[in-house]
């Protein structure tokens, strides 16, 4: 006899309470394998995808996709044949961690990776490096729940095609459409293998053309044309607590340089011709970062840590180096372990990478904790500069202007003179319990020292 197995959400992260259901691969009636992926979730910190702990048929989906549930709240009930032995869990590793002990593992995957080439790892890191597309299950037309389920969930709309495959479409192609009200049954797909994009969806939503109607715009009430409420979940959801929580807690003090970095601008022309840089875009940032991990070495106070509990301050011996990244599903600030032990062309390599990650909303949890300093480079929105506020627990953040062309008084054996220079702005923000004036100061003067400079670093 077939016995009910419900799996519950699994803690993915560290110590996340909540998980909003962003797509279901699978309907009531389908059968699923074990480490098939069954649903899309996205916590505070990025999107995951879950496997099945059993094999069996799909009975009950108890969130619809959009739903926000609690850890540990069931997931899916997936009715398992238990004399067959196929419907058991895999066992748990010991790093794993469970929400509740009593219920199914989150579903490790096995060591020698699934058939598709998706690399083998815990529950939802890292999407595989190539290969196809993951290929979605079909819907049925009209997928049904047992009546005595209490909190049957399923998309109300279901295509008329019975075999319709699922819209293909990424997380935040998904979210866009779920905010805007547009079905992604009904989009036209124009993306990249038959994917729904970003301009499919606006099209989607926006009006159709029609006769004007006959009003004087002097006789429109004012917000007669509506407005949209977006619901705050997810990234956004956890950016806004934690901005929150670091504006009021932790004593910000910025300051401000104008730099003239021709010189870097002259080493980056020579960088880039070089062999072991090719592929790897050169740009100003990266020799930012670079100068910082430099001057980080000489004011360790500014990588650091306050312990409110213990009132202690905790010095870190490493540097992990957060990047601010904007994207569709809002602030992500992954970073990158030991960057202070990083070649130049390796640094570059890592900011690259984090960043296509972060804007396809693939960064894995483990990247988006532990970070000591963060660079945000506000100068590419063409901003000057800006007063950044600290990543919820590191002493210091570092924003980076506009490059542009500005006359500058350059003063030589020459004398003194107007050019032409390239220059940039860079603000630093940092926790005034843990360093004074006198070590922000210096960390920026070092930083700028090295930017006008570059040779400095050497020393």
């Keep these: 006899m077939p016995t009910a197995k419900d799996f519950r959400l699994p803690d993915v992260g560290e110590g996340l309470t909540e998980a909003d259901i962003l797509q279901w691969t699978v309907s009531p009636g389908d059968t699923v394998e074990v480490n098939q992926i069954i649903v899309e979730i996205e916590t505070a910190k990025a999107a995951v995808e879950l496997p099945s702990p059993y094999t069996g048929i799909v009975s009950v989906l108890h969130a619809a996709e959009g739903d926000t549930l609690p850890v540990g709240a069931p997931l899916i009930t997936i009715d398992v044949d238990e004399p067959t032995g196929g419907g058991e869990p895999l066992p748990v590793p010991e790093t794993a961690e469970v929400a509740h002990p009593p219920e199914p593992p989150s579903g490790p995957r096995s060591a020698a990776g699934d058939e598709d080439g998706r690399t083998a790892l815990l529950v939802g890191y890292g999407p595989r490096a190539d290969g ?11 997928p049904t729940v047992p009546a005595t389920s209490s909190a049957p969930v399923g998309k109300a709309e279901a295509p008329s095609v019975p075999d319709a495959p699922r819209p293909s479409a990424k997380p935040p192609v998904r979210k866009l459409a779920k905010d805007l009200g547009v079905d992604l049954w009904a989009v036209v797909p124009t993306g990249p293998h038959g994917t729904v994009s970003r301009e499919d ?20 009430a004012s917000g007669s044309r509506g407005e949209t409420r977006i619901p705050v979940r997810g990234v956004r ?4 607590a934690a901005m929150v929580l670091s504006a009021f807690t932790a004593p910000h003090v910025t300051e401000f340089v104008t730099v003239d970095i021709s010189e870097t601008m002259r080493l980056r022309e020579l960088v ?6 090719a592929g790897i875009r050169i740009s100003p940032m990266l020799f930012v970062a670079k100068a910082l991990l430099h001057a980080l070495r000489r004011t360790p106070e500014l990588n650091s840590q306050w312990d409110e ?9 490493y540097v992990n180096l957060g990047i601010a990244a904007a994207t569709d599903r809002g602030l992500v600030v992954p970073n990158i372990k030991d960057a202070d032990l990083l070649s130049l062309s390796e640094l570059g390599a890592a900011i690259a990478g984090l960043a296509k990650t972060a804007r396809e909303g693939r960064t894995e949890p483990r990247d988006l904790t532990g970070g000591t300093v963060t660079l945000t480079n506000v100068g590419v929105f063409g901003v000057d500069t800006g007063t950044p506020i600290l990543n919820p627990g590191e002493a210091a953040i570092l924003a980076v202007g506009a490059v542009r062309r500005t006359p500058w008084v350059v003063q030589d054996q020459r004398g ?8 940039t702005q860079l603000a630093l923000s940092f926790d005034h319990r843990l360093a004074d004036g006198q070590q922000g100061s210096r960390l920026l003067a070092d930083i700028a020292d090295m930017l006008r400079e570059p040779g400095l670093a050497m020393l």
């Design 132 to 142: 196809p597309a993951r290929r979605r299950a079909a819907r049925p037309a009209a």
């Design 201 to 220: 969806v606006h099209r989607a939503a926006a009006p159709p053309a029609g006769p004007a109607a006959d009003v004087h715009p002097r006789n429109t």
């Design 237 to 240: 959801k956890h950016m806004a």
């Design 272 to 277: 880039g011709a070089r062999r072991e840089f």
């Design 309 to 317: 509990a213990r009132q202690e301050i905790v010095l870190k011996h």
């Design 416 to 423: 003194e003179r107007i050019e032409p220079r390239w220059t």
